[in-house]
């Protein structure tokens, strides 16, 4: 048997379990053991899993394991692993390049400790019917309301997700409000998690890009998002005369939360 080190890790309320590749050597996780791990009554608890694995050209890569053991890529996921990664190795840098299942991104630490990642130039943002779809590295079903306060993002983000359209692959739902103009509210139901989430960085970015499609924003813009977790910001520049986002970044923060070791 062997003790595996771990470190807690949560980015505006979404919370993983952070594990060094060096500890692991060659064991693999299978998908009832990132369940065990996740599992907030029997294992660690948290939202994912996330390895950092080495890279050959990049400074690491992220695999990145959501609660019921499926892979995609996260972005408040992300912001801890380069948080992690940062103090795992002791690195004096706060730019950092690295790989995960969507490609390779860049983060830098801020002066104020928030981590800025960049994000794929994502411009596929698809109007169906009174909602959106936008692939940030997850797909994410995107509404507007007026309030959300009388919306179950549970009952809603299920019917959604486990519809005849998105059963098969999943997809996570998203429902946001407009406080004021480039600030806005947001409650989001996570596929793999399979209930709602304090706060998700693709379906933020997600939100934050069919905000900018919807009210013709162009140029530069910082739209911030309140989630249940705490806000997040999203910077975008995106040119009038192609319509496309040239630069799409997620700002917030990622904090240690504690750390232990486990039998595997």
């Keep these: 048997m062997q003790k595996i080190k771990f470190e807690k890790y949560q980015a505006t309320g979404n919370d993983f379990i952070m594990i060094d590749s060096r500890e692991l050597g060659t064991q693999i996780f299978d998908i009832d053991e990132v369940k065990k791990l996740c599992d907030r009554k029997f294992g660690i608890g948290a939202d994912g899993l996330i390895i950092i694995l080495p890279s050959e050209k990049f400074d690491f890569y992220m695999e990145y394991y959501n609660s019921d053991g499926s892979k995609s890529f996260c972005g408040n996921g992300a912001r801890s692993a380069v948080a992690f990664f940062k103090k795992s190795t002791n690195s004096e840098k706060n730019k950092f390049i690295f790989e995960a299942i969507d490609g390779t991104h860049q983060a830098e630490i801020l002066d104020d400790g928030d981590i800025a990642l960049q994000m794929f130039l994502y411009n596929k943002v698809e109007k169906k019917e009174n909602a959106w779809i936008v692939n940030t590295g997850s797909p994410h079903y995107i509404k507007k309301v007026d309030s959300l306060k009388n919306i179950d993002i549970v009952q809603f983000g299920k019917e959604i997700r486990y519809s005849e359209e998105f059963k098969e692959k999943g997809i996570n739902v998203n429902v946001y409000s407009v406080e004021k103009e480039n600030n806005l509210d947001i409650c989001t139901y996570e596929r793999g998690v399979e209930d709602e989430t304090l706060s998700c960085g693709t379906g933020i970015t997600a939100t934050a890009?069919?905000?900018?499609?919807?009210?013709?924003?162009?140029?530069?813009?910082?739209?911030?998002?309140?989630?249940?977790?705490?806000?997040?910001?999203?910077?975008f520049e995106r040119n009038e005369a192609t319509k496309v986002f040239e630069r799409i970044e997620l700002i917030g923060p990622a904090e240690f939360v504690f750390k232990g070791k486990f039998n595997a």
């Design 209 to 235: 890009l069919a905000y900018a499609v919807e009210n013709d924003l162009f140029g530069k813009h910082l739209v911030e998002v309140d989630s249940k977790g705490g806000k997040l910001g999203v910077v």
